[in-house]
């Protein structure tokens, strides 16, 4: 059972529930019409709005945690910026009332500290592309506590109450907690009727349902194809942005898929805010996941993974071929 009495469970699942239905009424509304306008981005007024939200609501129910975040307000500040600050608080408003621009900022740069013994991370839009297509994106938000992931919730605006992918869903919320299981519940307000996720049963490689980033320079689509080739599945991969990919895998509607080290950028390294919330989604619900060297993922590195090169996930039958298929 979710223990929802526990103070850290119950936060992130309200925060996330909240801060995804904020992400998506500023899809719907600004969206289309901004992009042709052009003079700021709506992905840029949602991740700040997001990032605001949460950052109150931890100031409110957790004042000592900190906040490892993807944004700043330096953006804000500029003149260039000041538009989408105005865009950002409006939103902002109409959940938490008459707050000034200088409260929004402060509650963005919580999310400026380091990580340190217990943490917060958060990727409030995690798949920007994928918002700005109207498509795939998830709010991703995990607790850390010596070095481990205790909590983690994903809010994910277009997968149906099932995890699945679907034109006009309504949005899930998927919760998990260390060493007690993941589970599902819909976006929508109030519902408590959460259902446990776990990865499917599939071990024969024909069978295996690829899951692949929707941007090719995240998925690396030749590496896609050898596994796919390997494995002998006929289905091509189904593209998603996002932890979305997490919480379908976690639910067994995929089986696998992987972040390759891509080739233009050795270095790159995937971020805390990108790993550790569907990390625990997925192993949570049975499955595995892996860098490309097999290594375990070490989130005691700053703020990205930097010892784990790519990383692989899976419902853990199919791991280690598809390890085999990948290594770098
Ligand atoms: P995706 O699952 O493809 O939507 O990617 C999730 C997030 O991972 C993105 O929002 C990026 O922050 C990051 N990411 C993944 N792969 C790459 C890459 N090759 N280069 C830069 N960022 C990446
Ligand atoms: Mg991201």
Redesign the pocket.
């Known amino acids: 059972m979710l223990d929802l009495s526990c103070p850290e469970i119950r936060f992130a699942v309200e925060t996330v529930r909240k801060a995804s239905l904020l992400a998506r009424s500023v899809q719907q509304k600004r969206v289309s019409s901004e992009l042709t306008k052009g003079d700021f981005s709506p992905v840029t007024v949602a991740d700040f709005a997001v990032q605001a939200l949460v950052g109150s609501a931890l100031e409110v129910s957790f004042p000592k945690d900190t906040l490892v975040a ?1 944004e700043d307000t330096s953006f804000l500040k500029t003149n260039k910026g000041a538009a989408s600050l105005e865009e950002a608080a409006q939103f902002v408003r109409e959940i938490l009332g008459n707050v000034s621009s200088d409260q929004i900022c402060r509650w963005i740069d919580r999310g400026t500290a380091d990580p340190g013994r217990r943490f917060w991370t958060l ?1 409030p839009i ?5 918002f700005l297509r109207n498509d ?2 998830a709010v991703a938000l995990a607790l850390l506590e010596e070095g481990e992931v205790r909590v983690a919730a994903l809010g994910c605006p277009h997968l149906n109450a099932k995890c699945r992918p679907e034109k006009g869903a309504r949005g899930c919320l998927v919760v998990a907690v260390k060493g007690k299981g993941a589970w599902r519940t819909s976006l929508d307000e109030g519902d408590s009727s959460f259902v446990r996720l776990h990865v499917s049963e599939r071990k024969d490689p024909h069978e295996a349902i690829l899951l692949r ?3 090719p ?3 690396d689509p030749k590496k896609g194809d050898e596994v796919s080739r390997v494995f002998g599945t006929k289905a091509k991969p189904i593209a ?4 979305a ?1 997490h919480a379908v895998l976690a639910a067994g509607h995929g089986d696998l898929f992987f ?2 080290v ?1 080739k233009d ?1 050795p270095h ?1 390294r ?2 805390l805010w ?1 790993v550790a919330p569907g990390y625990l989604v997925v192993r949570e619900a049975g499955g595995r996941i892996t860098d490309l060297q097999g290594g375990e993922i070490d989130f005691t590195q700053g703020k990205t993974v930097a010892r784990n090169p790519g990383l692989l996930y899976s419902n853990g039958h199919f791991h280690d071929l598809a390890l085999e298929t990948l290594r770098v």
């Open positions: 993807e990727d995690d798949g920007t592309k994928g795939q994106y980033s929707y941007e320079s995240h998925a998603l942005d996002s932890q990919k972040y390759p891509p950028k790159y995937m971020c990108d």
